[in-house]
């Protein structure tokens, strides 16, 4: 019988031991140094506890023995009284064995049942009547069911007597029926009647009683004579199983993090808490949970084990068995009992050790200072391949973190690895790529060539494959799957960033294609011979023409290293390894260190039994112990540089935030990203980071250091990053950026695109009844419109900031009737009447005058003037689209032709106002918190033929609020601010305007 659905438990990982000694340089020439080269880093194996040892089933306790194990791995029966165990064979199709609480096992098999004495051997079969199904079994009893459509007609118990079998048919007639809890000598069942729910006792002989426990899932346990409930509230009740009219006990222990009720042994109840804090789903049969023991009579907790699984049994003298760890860091794992002890305590003691196994490994990879291995994991039913991974320090003396149990992998699978993540190979020819976070991203079939050929080369962004059909290289982008290129003619390939080298026409000579582009880089001669490989890593690049040699050319210097014969290699930063008769070596092709021995891989194939780091960094090989050595290299590496860049030309952070991409060649220790604005050259943001190995990447959300959105437009973008190792100059990148979705620029409403551009436009009412965006352009003038038609006679509009959070300018409009309307039409899109709108507020209809002028409030929202009579009034905007009651700033404002709001002229966060008399005197007005500051003129003799002028925001993007008038022959006319609170001289950026009802 089962109690709760079982997953397979993860492997616990052993400490990684670090043994590290300081680098020692090495002379010109040295060749096969030392057995163990300075500085080298030895993780050894993994010894793993047989995970199976403590997967306890939960009815499977018996009188001589324990049944453990999954189904994926095998069972195993083991012997109290030495600790052995044997496998439980399981006839074809059975695939687990069912514990019944005592030495009988069963193994249902179709439509018979097959009973096992696990002690004996004895066995006996019961075959099932047609009208039944096998359901569960405790002691020497087989329980079937008896349906009737979607009813429960009957349970029968089978037993056996004198070689026949005996049915005790018991009659149920229910819409439900389900075993809560069993042991060797019946079943709790909860069954469902309708809507009424019981808990009966089903018993031989007996058959059913009726009990007072209640339907308590995952959270009622049985076993020494004893059934314990424990409630959602903490309640905890304690029955005698002979009388469970009425509990013994009544306790309460608090839930908390998915505890699991394991029992009661004696006068304890043994509770398991998570050890973990993370919401996680948490094995049972995990090494995580905390053993607590609370006495029956109420009182504190105990803690009994530091480290336990939450699969307990219990042996029908009241013993409960459960796996255990010795120590709280999951080390000594094994089976342990527990007993009631003298003065109400309890006895623990060890029935069965979880021997410890050694993990091989069969598959390396080395990028950026991450050492990944593929590693064979025994397990009782055959073994289990899983994908780990450490940490190496990028600076300094090598030093490993903590080892990582990633995923499951295919068996003998091929590792490669980049800062996507992943990239694995199996027999097949399936190459999957795997994300940092053990997602699967994409499969792609490939060709699976030669074990001893790097048939699969990572750089990057990008992976290079044999194709599956054609035998020709192509080129795949990691993130997306997405297939960039492909080779014409089948030919060794090397992939270093977004560079594919291929071989090209001509002894020796090799062309490169960049391969997101297609763009060809030309062709160059690297060697006299015929090339079976090539590998390529910044302006080196290896070839091997098999018995006529190998070597390393450089692009720059246009010279060449012969290396010496060799079996297999991989070209590292600075050197290559090879290895020849099994020994590893390495020698540096740059002339400064020579040749030197490595050690002794326990497989010669690279890929399987060592590797390289590309990144800067050493070599790896797993010698015959499975021990990993790191070696250092030994040979300066090169500068830091961006091997490849993902860098978006614009960002709508309304989506997601702008996040660039840099793709290093080595590990940097620390980065620094800088945004200005590419008009005032302010600094609006800068990102840091730390240690950053592969892909640098950054995020901006479009906010500056205040935590406020910036404004939409231009940003120049500057990278600085410091390689870990200290060795070379910094890195360095610009560039510039658009970002959208942020502060709306003023008076931006519109442009070519979908989006709104960053240049304010000019809103005009049409002959026609269409209040429409005029486009602004980087010239400083207008090109092209956004139609909104369909407004009736007579509406005042009035171009406002956002007025309802969603990052898009609003407009006010006064309808004809006086009611004035905050209209949303969103980014980009028209102004027409059936665009969203809120009623922002009426008895606007006595207002010959409205205008924006920006903030005036200091709120930080853009608010309303009005003139009504000759007084002006301020109407501060609500966040709810309205605005508020008008409050009086000035009286005597009738002589003023034009006042018009025109934004912040003097930098101080406020808007401005300027009016212009009738007789062409026109002043500045400079805010103050609800109000304004006394006059400034700024015009003596101005705009007499102007009919309408509006502060245009700034449409010549140089920071500066700007002016347009319309003059009575429909002319638009420019005037720049200049930055001291006027305007510059009219330039004409418009004609045709003067059918214009309105120019707001």
């Given at each position: 019988?089962?109690?709760?659905?079982?997953?397979?438990s993860?492997v616990?990982a052993?400490?990684?031991v670090?043994?590290t000694?300081?680098?020692?340089p090495?002379?010109?020439?040295?060749a096969?140094?030392?057995?163990v080269?300075?500085g080298t880093?030895?993780i050894p194996?993994?010894?793993t506890?047989?995970?199976?040892?403590?997967?306890?089933q939960?009815s499977?306790a018996?009188?001589?023995?324990?049944?453990?194990?999954w189904?994926?791995?095998?069972f195993?029966w083991?012997?109290y009284?030495?600790?052995?165990?044997?496998p439980?064979v399981?006839?074809e199709?059975?695939k687990?064995?069912w514990g019944t609480y005592?030495?009988w096992?069963?193994?249902p098999?179709?439509?018979?049942?097959?009973q096992?004495?696990?002690?004996?051997?004895?066995e006996r079969?019961f075959?099932?009547?047609?009208?039944?199904?096998?359901?569960?079994?405790?002691?020497d009893?087989?329980?079937?069911?008896e349906?009737?459509?979607?009813?429960?007609a009957a349970?029968h118990?089978?037993t056996?007597k004198?070689g026949?079998?005996?049915d005790?048919?018991?009659?149920m007639?229910?819409?439900?029926?389900?075993?809560?809890?069993?042991?060797?000598?019946?079943?709790l069942l909860t069954v469902?009647?309708?809507?009424l729910?019981?808990?009966?006792?089903?018993?031989?002989?007996?058959?059913?009683?009726?009990?007072?426990l209640?339907?308590?899932?995952y959270?009622?346990?049985?076993?020494?004579?004893?059934v314990t409930q424990?409630y959602?509230?903490g309640?905890?009740?304690v029955?005698?199983?002979?009388?469970l009219?009425?509990?013994l006990?009544?306790l309460?222990?608090p839930q908390?993090n998915r505890a699991?009720?394991?029992?009661?042994?004696g006068?304890?109840?043994?509770?398991?808490?998570?050890?973990?804090t993370?919401?996680?789903?948490?094995?049972?049969?995990a090494?995580?949970?905390?053993v607590?023991?609370v006495p029956?009579g109420?009182?504190a907790e105990?803690?009994?084990?530091?480290?336990?699984?939450?699969?307990?049994?219990?042996?029908?003298d009241?013993?409960?068995?459960?796996?255990?760890?010795?120590?709280?860091?999951?080390?000594g794992q094994?089976?342990?009992?527990?007993r009631?002890?003298t003065?109400?305590?309890l006895?623990?003691?060890?029935?069965?050790d979880?021997?410890l196994i050694?993990?091989a490994?069969?598959g390396?990879a080395?990028?950026?200072?991450?050492?990944?291995?593929v590693?064979?994991?025994p397990?009782d039913g055959g073994?289990?391949n899983?994908l780990r991974?450490?940490?190496?320090t990028?600076a300094?003396?090598?030093k490993?973190g903590?080892?990582?149990?990633?995923?499951?992998?295919a068996?003998?699978?091929?590792?490669?690895?980049?800062s996507?993540?992943?990239?694995?190979?199996?027999?097949q020819?399936?190459?999957?790529?795997?994300a940092?976070?053990g997602t699967s991203r994409w499969?792609?079939p490939v060709y699976?060539?030669d074990?001893a050929?790097d048939?699969?080369?990572?750089?990057?962004?990008h992976?290079a494959?044999w194709?599956?059909?054609?035998l020709?290289p192509e080129v795949?982008?990691?993130?997306?799957?997405e297939e960039l290129f492909?080779?014409?003619?089948?030919?060794?390939?090397?992939?270093d960033?977004?560079?594919l080298?291929?071989?090209?026409?001509?002894?020796?000579?090799?062309?490169s294609r960049?391969?997101?582009?297609?763009?060809?880089?030309g062709t160059?001669k690297?060697?006299?011979?015929g090339?079976n490989?090539?590998q390529?890593?910044?302006?080196?690049?290896y070839?091997?023409?098999?018995?006529?040699g190998?070597?390393?050319?450089?692009?720059v210097?246009?010279k060449?290293?012969t290396l010496p014969?060799?079996e297999?290699?991989?070209?590292?930063?600075?050197?290559?390894?090879?290895?020849k008769d099994?020994?590893?070596?390495?020698?540096?092709v740059?002339g400064?260190?020579?040749?030197?021995k490595?050690g002794?891989p326990?497989?010669?194939?690279k890929g399987?039994?060592?590797?390289v780091?590309?990144?800067?960094?050493?070599?790896?090989?797993?010698d015959?112990e499975?021990?990993?050595?790191?070696?250092?290299?030994?040979?300066p590496a090169?500068p830091?540089t961006?091997a490849?860049a993902?860098?978006?030309a614009?960002?709508n952070v309304?989506?997601?935030?702008?996040a660039?991409?840099w793709w290093?060649s080595?590990?940097?220790a620390?980065?620094?990203l800088?945004?200005?604005?590419a008009?005032t050259?302010?600094?609006v943001r800068?990102l840091?980071?730390?240690?950053?190995?592969?892909a640098?990447?950054a995020s901006w959300?479009?906010?500056?250091?205040?935590?406020?959105?910036?404004?939409?437009g231009?940003?120049?973008?500057?990278?600085?990053?410091r390689?870990?190792?200290?060795?070379?100059a910094?890195?360095?990148?610009s560039g510039r950026m658009?970002l959208h979705?942020?502060?709306?620029v003023?008076?931006?409403?519109?442009?070519t695109?979908?989006l709104?551009?960053?240049?304010?436009?000019?809103?005009?009412?049409s002959?026609?009844?269409?209040?429409?965006?005029?486009h602004?352009?980087?010239?400083g003038?207008v090109?092209?419109k956004t139609v909104?038609a369909?407004w009736p006679?007579?509406?005042?509009a009035v171009?406002v900031?956002?007025?309802?959070?969603?990052?898009c300018?609003?407009?006010?409009?006064r309808m004809p009737?006086?009611?004035?309307?905050?209209?949303?039409?969103?980014?980009?899109?028209?102004?027409t009447?059936t665009?969203p709108y809120?009623?922002?507020g009426t008895?606007?209809?006595g207002?010959?005058?409205?205008?924006?002028?920006?903030?005036l409030?200091?709120?930080?929202?853009a608010d309303l003037?009005g003139r009504?009579?000759g007084d002006?009034?301020l109407?501060t905007?609500?966040?709810?689209g309205t605005?508020?009651?008008?409050?009086e700033?000035?009286?005597?404002?009738?002589?003023f032709s034009?006042i018009v709001g025109?934004?912040?002229?003097?930098?101080?966060?406020?808007?401005d106002?300027?009016g212009r008399k009738?007789?062409g005197?026109?002043?500045?007005?400079d805010?103050?918190?609800?109000?304004?500051?006394?006059?400034?003129k700024?015009?003596?003799?101005?705009?007499?033929?102007?009919?309408?002028?509006?502060?245009?925001?700034?449409l010549?993007?140089?920071?500066k609020p700007?002016?347009?008038?319309?003059?009575?022959?429909g002319?638009?006319h420019?005037?720049?601010?200049?930055?001291?609170?006027?305007?510059g001289?009219a330039?004409q950026?418009?004609?045709g305007?003067g059918?214009?009802?309105?120019v707001f």
């Amino acid at each position: 019988m089962r109690r709760h659905a079982l997953v397979r438990s993860a492997v616990a990982a052993a400490t990684v031991v670090g043994i590290t000694a300081g680098l020692a340089p090495l002379t010109s020439g040295q060749a096969f140094a030392a057995e163990v080269p300075p500085g080298t880093l030895t993780i050894p194996s993994e010894q793993t506890p047989d995970p199976n040892t403590t997967v306890l089933q939960s009815s499977g306790a018996g009188e001589s023995g324990f049944l453990a194990g999954w189904a994926d791995s095998g069972f195993r029966w083991t012997s109290y009284a030495d600790g052995t165990s044997r496998p439980v064979v399981l006839p074809e199709g059975v695939k687990a064995p069912w514990g019944t609480y005592t030495d009988w096992i069963v193994l249902p098999e179709g439509r018979k049942v097959v009973q096992r004495h696990m002690k004996t051997g004895e066995e006996r079969t019961f075959a099932l009547p047609v009208e039944q199904d096998f359901y569960t079994a405790f002691g020497d009893v087989v329980v079937t069911e008896e349906r009737s459509g979607a009813e429960v007609a009957a349970i029968h118990l089978l037993t056996w007597k004198d070689g026949q079998v005996q049915d005790q048919r018991i009659r149920m007639e229910a819409d439900f029926v389900s075993v809560l809890a069993g042991d060797k000598d019946g079943l709790l069942l909860t069954v469902r009647y309708g809507d009424l729910t019981l808990v009966e006792h089903l018993t031989p002989g007996n058959a059913r009683r009726g009990t007072q426990l209640d339907d308590v899932a995952y959270r009622t346990e049985m076993g020494g004579g004893r059934v314990t409930q424990w409630y959602e509230d903490g309640r905890v009740k304690v029955w005698n199983v002979t009388d469970l009219q009425k509990p013994l006990h009544e306790l309460t222990i608090p839930q908390t993090n998915r505890a699991q009720l394991l029992g009661t042994v004696g006068d304890q109840v043994l509770v398991a808490r998570r050890i973990s804090t993370g919401d996680e789903v948490v094995q049972y049969s995990a090494l995580a949970w905390r053993v607590v023991a609370v006495p029956v009579g109420g009182g504190a907790e105990k803690v009994l084990f530091e480290r336990a699984t939450a699969m307990p049994t219990f042996k029908a003298d009241g013993t409960l068995l459960i796996g255990r760890a010795d120590t709280g860091e999951g080390t000594g794992q094994g089976v342990y009992a527990v007993r009631p002890g003298t003065g109400g305590g309890l006895d623990v003691t060890k029935v069965a050790d979880a021997p410890l196994i050694r993990t091989a490994v069969t598959g390396l990879a080395l990028d950026h200072g991450r050492l990944s291995t593929v590693e064979r994991v025994p397990t009782d039913g055959g073994t289990a391949n899983r994908l780990r991974s450490v940490d190496l320090t990028a600076a300094g003396p090598l030093k490993a973190g903590k080892r990582t149990d990633r995923f499951a992998v295919a068996p003998d699978a091929e590792v490669r690895s980049s800062s996507e993540g992943w990239f694995l190979r199996d027999k097949q020819g399936q190459l999957t790529h795997f994300a940092n976070d053990g997602t699967s991203r994409w499969t792609k079939p490939v060709y699976f060539r030669d074990a001893a050929k790097d048939d699969v080369r990572v750089s990057g962004r990008h992976v290079a494959a044999w194709h599956r059909y054609d035998l020709t290289p192509e080129v795949f982008d990691a993130p997306t799957g997405e297939e960039l290129f492909s080779q014409g003619t089948e030919t060794p390939f090397a992939l270093d960033g977004s560079t594919l080298w291929t071989k090209a026409d001509g002894l020796g000579s090799v062309s490169s294609r960049d391969v997101r582009t297609g763009k060809s880089g030309g062709t160059v001669k690297i060697a006299d011979c015929g090339l079976n490989d090539i590998q390529a890593l910044g302006t080196a690049l290896y070839w091997d023409c098999g018995a006529e040699g190998s070597g390393v050319y450089d692009t720059v210097t246009k010279k060449s290293v012969t290396l010496p014969k060799h079996e297999g290699a991989l070209l590292g930063d600075g050197y290559v390894a090879w290895q020849k008769d099994g020994v590893l070596s390495t020698t540096d092709v740059r002339g400064t260190t020579g040749t030197r021995k490595i050690g002794t891989p326990r497989v010669a194939a690279k890929g399987q039994g060592w590797t390289v780091d590309r990144s800067g960094g050493a070599v790896a090989y797993a010698d015959a112990e499975d021990a990993v050595h790191v070696v250092p290299s030994g040979v300066p590496a090169s500068p830091l540089t961006s091997a490849d860049a993902e860098v978006p030309a614009t960002a709508n952070v309304k989506t997601g935030a702008w996040a660039p991409r840099w793709w290093l060649s080595k590990p940097a220790a620390s980065w620094q990203l800088t945004l200005k604005h590419a008009v005032t050259g302010k600094t609006v943001r800068t990102l840091t980071g730390g240690e950053t190995r592969g892909a640098l990447g950054a995020s901006w959300d479009g906010k500056d250091a205040a935590g406020r959105f910036a404004a939409d437009g231009a940003y120049t973008w500057a990278l600085t990053a410091r390689p870990a190792d200290g060795q070379g100059a910094e890195l360095t990148a610009s560039g510039r950026m658009q970002l959208h979705g942020a502060a709306p620029v003023a008076r931006d409403y519109a442009g070519t695109g979908s989006l709104p551009d960053a240049v304010p436009d000019l809103l005009a009412l049409s002959g026609t009844g269409s209040l429409d965006f005029w486009h602004g352009t980087a010239a400083g003038g207008v090109s092209g419109k956004t139609v909104g038609a369909g407004w009736p006679a007579g509406v005042t509009a009035v171009p406002v900031g956002d007025m309802n959070g969603d990052r898009c300018n609003d407009v006010l409009v006064r309808m004809p009737g006086g009611e004035l309307r905050t209209y949303k039409p969103g980014c980009g899109k028209a102004l027409t009447p059936t665009a969203p709108y809120t009623k922002a507020g009426t008895g606007f209809a006595g207002f010959d005058v409205l205008t924006a002028p920006g903030d005036l409030s200091g709120d930080g929202m853009a608010d309303l003037v009005g003139r009504k009579n000759g007084d002006l009034y301020l109407f501060t905007a609500r966040t709810n689209g309205t605005v508020a009651s008008g409050v009086e700033i000035g009286t005597g404002w009738g002589g003023f032709s034009h006042i018009v709001g025109v934004g912040d002229l003097n930098g101080d966060g406020l808007g401005d106002l300027i009016g212009r008399k009738t007789t062409g005197v026109t002043y500045r007005y400079d805010g103050r918190k609800n109000g304004v500051k006394t006059a400034v003129k700024i015009f003596s003799r101005w705009g007499g033929s102007y009919n309408a002028i509006v502060g245009a925001g700034d449409l010549t993007a140089d920071g500066k609020p700007d002016l347009v008038a319309r003059d009575t022959s429909g002319r638009l006319h420019r005037m720049s601010g200049d930055g001291k609170g006027s305007f510059g001289a009219a330039v004409q950026i418009g004609s045709g305007f003067g059918s214009m009802k309105g120019v707001f």
